[in-house]
């Protein structure tokens, strides 16, 4: 197994934040895996489970972000034993 960090933007499902609600967002995540495809997949179900559980599918009809992938990196193994694995902060991306 190898150390992943996969990033992404998701869209079309608004997150409701304290300034009010985006449309988009960018959150990354690091885990262990067999290859980049693997960790893609396993990164995806991730968010989708962190995003069920903060009950964000529940305000949005049970909808799920799209996910683009913009960033897929292995963590070199110099910095994998400071590495945090996990999903991420979900940081809303706001307009102007």
Not at 11 to 34: I, Q
Not at 36 to 53: G, M, Q
Not at 66 to 75: G, H, K, W, Y
Request: aromatic share 8%; proline share 5%; glycine share 10%.
């Amino acid at each position: 197994m190898q150390l992943y960090t996969v990033r992404f933007r998701g869209t079309g499902v608004p997150v409701v934040t304290p300034e009010g609600a985006v449309r988009a967002f960018e959150v990354s995540v690091t885990l262990d895996a067999t290859g980049e495809e693997a960790a893609e997949a396993r990164a995806r179900l991730d968010v989708y489970r962190e995003w069920t559980s903060r009950g964000w599918g529940a305000e949005a009809s049970g909808a799920l972000p799209d996910l683009a992938v913009i960033a897929l990196e292995r963590v070199s193994s110099l910095r994998a034993p400071f590495t945090a694995k996990g999903v991420g902060d979900i940081a809303p991306l706001h307009d102007g």
